[in-house]
């Protein structure tokens, strides 16, 4: 192929890529198959590596990241960044609305209401049609050059597909991480023993300053857009200039709405009041623009602020109430978590009666005591948020708290590591909570999957001394189980309750542990709990190192080699396999027989298992990246067709596969199958 040609062929791949691109993922519905997409990625990727003088910095392929970016440049705003002025009441607004009229001098106008994003300011630079820069809103004057992480959102619209654009224009939007996103992230965080992500919007902002954009491509940032900018553009109101973003392939909330004045604008205020709360992210207001660009011309701007803009925020729901005490809770890590104990009080719905102090520097930053009244919000988050103290009400003789030294559980004495805010009790082998704690984890679903096991039971027996370890579940038998006396903790009136466990509830929980050693080694490795490997990490880890004795053995250097293996995670895994004591936890799964190992048929070994049979694969899963998969079939003499057909064997099914496809392959009733059933299929 020589230069020409192939530039034609890189020309017509973007185009098509990108249309598929905009249909998937701003239109919800799939042009072609995953498959099909995915091999038109893969030629265009391979074409660059073979012609990188044809490279071009906005190629779909730059959707993955892979850049590093060692510190960011500051880059000065063609037109600034201003703030939007705020108001809080009704009567704020239409003193708002009187100063416009005042200085239109009674020229009838339009309004433009939006919602007010909680996310990350924007500005967006194309020329001639292809995004150059993305420049965070810094000071207002200078930004820093985020190009290479928004990049990586899909929303974000690196080329224009229509070619009749103004030269240089500019896009104000807001980056924002779902709440959908941010709770599963916070979930992943929760397993594998880290503090939780404060809110959305900060983890936006962290996500934007990665150095490393193929992690930020991982974590699903989103943008909606609100504000066009420039010399030429042809529009004569803000309404248009949102219409001409729709046309360009910008991703735009539905939510906004044109009034003609101002009583409908409090109308679409006190609409939105609850409504937000069902919007995929969080709002904290509406911004009200006068929609003529000419209006906005003669109203022009203070220093600071638009006068032909404002916004109206939504009081976060707020109420104040005692603090009764503060509790210290010990996580499975040995992470404390102080716990603001209050009165009960009810909030936007819920009754709050406990709140997280996080560490012992959010203490000291509200300088909180107990016998205080403090002020509790229910914003964006779901968990309440103590904001403050209420001074003139504390009583004279409250003292400052001091944070406990010995752990609450074991008295052991507290240690704090350098980097971190949290305080932790060293004490892992015998502080009740964290053998709980690792107990729990290591049975839970994603884990060894152990059902049947409460925690009441699993506390009985940790306190009888029966088990320490959870290598210890797989000495229990029934007898020991038969009959225990477990404690249950449901008398709050301090009674003890006693029940024993009968017959049926022994063996059943012994079939559970017993049926646990089929789990995989991803499981398994999950399971014994190395801080920061959760299960996705786990799932890497397993895939490349496929055994616990090469990860064991594996030098600092061979583990930050493997995919998404981060310095922080391999010190972690050097570090626990340094524990003489996790050494002999180890030794203890492997003589109960557990998998330490990746399946047979999982790893590489090539058969003729498949032959004939046709496959097409769809959707994400937990085991393989898609080319790894692509690849177990083929090497074991399956055939990858490209798209569903009645000649089709297998559709095997992965995690959001796209609608169109199900429908075709139920349509032709086509055998779909699991990545389980793949796997049976394959040791047959
Ligand atoms: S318009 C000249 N529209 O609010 C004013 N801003 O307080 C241009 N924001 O920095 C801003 N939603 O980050 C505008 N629908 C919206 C918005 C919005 C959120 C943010 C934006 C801006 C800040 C101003």
Redesign the pocket.
């Known amino acids: 192929m020589n230069l020409l040609e192939a530039k034609k062929e890189i020309e017509i791949l973007i185009q098509t890529i990108q249309e598929y691109s905009y249909a998937y993922y701003q239109e919800d519905t799939s042009k072609v198959s995953d498959y099909e997409f995915d091999q038109l990625l893969l030629r265009l990727q391979d074409l660059e590596e073979k012609f990188p003088e044809l490279r071009d910095p906005n190629s779909p392929t730059q959707r993955v990241g892979g850049t590093i970016t060692k510190a960011f440049e500051t880059v000065l705003h063609k037109y600034p960044?201003?703030?939007?002025g705020n108001t809080y009441s009704e009567a704020e607004l239409l003193a708002f609305d009187t100063r416009v009229r005042k200085g239109l001098e009674d020229a009838p106008f339009e309004y433009f209401c939006?919602?007010?994003?909680d996310g990350v300011?924007i500005s967006l630079i194309y020329e001639k049609g292809v995004l150059v820069r993305a420049i965070t809103?810094g000071d207002g004057e200078k930004g820093d050059n985020v190009t290479e992480n928004v990049k990586t959102i899909h929303t974000v619209p690196l080329r224009l597909k229509d070619g009749d654009v103004p030269e240089y224009f500019e896009v104000?939007g807001?980056i924002f991480l779902s709440r959908k996103v941010f709770d599963m992230l916070n979930r992943e965080k929760e397993e594998m023993g880290e503090p939780l992500l404060s809110n959305p919007r900060n983890s936006a902002s962290g996500t934007l300053k990665l150095q490393n954009s193929s992690i930020a491509a991982k974590r699903k940032l989103d943008i909606y857009c609100?504000?066009l900018l420039g010399e030429n553009i042809p529009a004569k109101t803000h309404e248009e200039c949102i219409q001409l973003l729709k046309k360009w392939g910008f991703p735009l909330s539905p939510t906004s709405q044109k009034c003609s004045h101002i009583a409908e604008v409090i109308t679409y205020i006190h609409e939105w009041e609850t409504k937000r709360h069902s919007l995929p992210l969080d709002t904290d207001g509406i911004?009200l623009k006068i929609n003529n660009l000419e209006h906005q011309r003669l109203l022009g701007f203070t220093s600071k602020?638009?006068k032909w803009?404002i916004?109206f925020k939504y009081k976060a729901q707020s109420i104040t109430t005692l603090l009764e005490n503060i509790t210290y809770q010990v996580g499975r890590t040995g992470a404390i978590t102080p716990v603001a104990e209050l009165k009960p009080v009810s909030l936007a719905g819920t009754i709050v009666k406990r709140a997280s102090l996080h560490n012992a520097n959010e203490m000291q930053r509200l300088d909180i005591r107990i016998g205080d009244t403090v002020f509790v919000e229910k914003g964006g988050e779901i968990i309440p948020k103590i904001t403050g103290v209420q001074l003139e009400n504390r009583k004279q003789d409250s003292l400052p708290i001091q944070y406990i030294t010995h752990c609450p559980e074991c008295n052991t004495p507290l240690v704090r590591y350098e980097t971190e805010a949290n305080h932790y009790c060293p004490n892992r082998e015998k502080c009740p909570p964290q053998i709980l704690g690792r107990m729990e984890h290591f049975i839970s679903r994603n884990a060894m999957n152990i059902e049947n096991l409460g925690t009441e039971t699993i506390r009985g027996l940790i306190d009888k001394h029966i088990i320490q370890y959870p290598s210890d579940l797989y000495k229990l038998t029934y007898e020991m189980l038969n009959g225990l006396e477990i404690q249950t903790v449901s008398d709050k009136k301090g009674g003890n309750n006693i029940r024993s466990l009968r017959e049926k509830s022994a063996e059943n929980i012994i079939h559970s542990i017993q049926k646990s050693k089929q789990e995989p080694f991803e499981n398994v490795l999950f399971a014994i709990g190395i801080r920061y490997v959760g299960k996705t990490t786990a799932e890497k880890l397993a895939t490349h190192f496929q055994n616990i004795d090469a990860l064991m053995n594996a030098s600092y250097q061979d583990l930050i080699s493997a995919p998404e293996i981060g310095e922080k995670i391999a010190q972690s895994i050097q570090h626990f396999f340094q524990n003489p004591q996790n050494i002999t936890f180890i030794h203890a799964l492997k003589t109960a027989g557990l998998h330490f190992q990746i399946k047979e048929k999982e790893s590489n070994s090539p058969s003729n298992i498949l032959e004939n049979k046709t496959f097409v694969i769809s959707g994400t899963f937990k085991r393989w990246e898609r080319e790894e998969l692509q690849n177990i079939i083929k090497q074991n003499g399956g055939k990858l067709l490209s798209s569903i057909s009645k000649k089709l064997d297998y559709l095997v099914v992965g995690e959001n596969m796209g609608p169109a496809k199900l429908e075709k392959a139920k349509e032709l009733n086509i055998t779909m199958i699991t990545e389980e059933e793949f796997l049976t299929l394959l040791s047959q």
Do not use: I, T
């Open positions: 960044m201003l703030s939007l939006e919602q007010k994003f300011s809103r104000r807001e609100y504000y911004v602020s638009p803009a916004s």
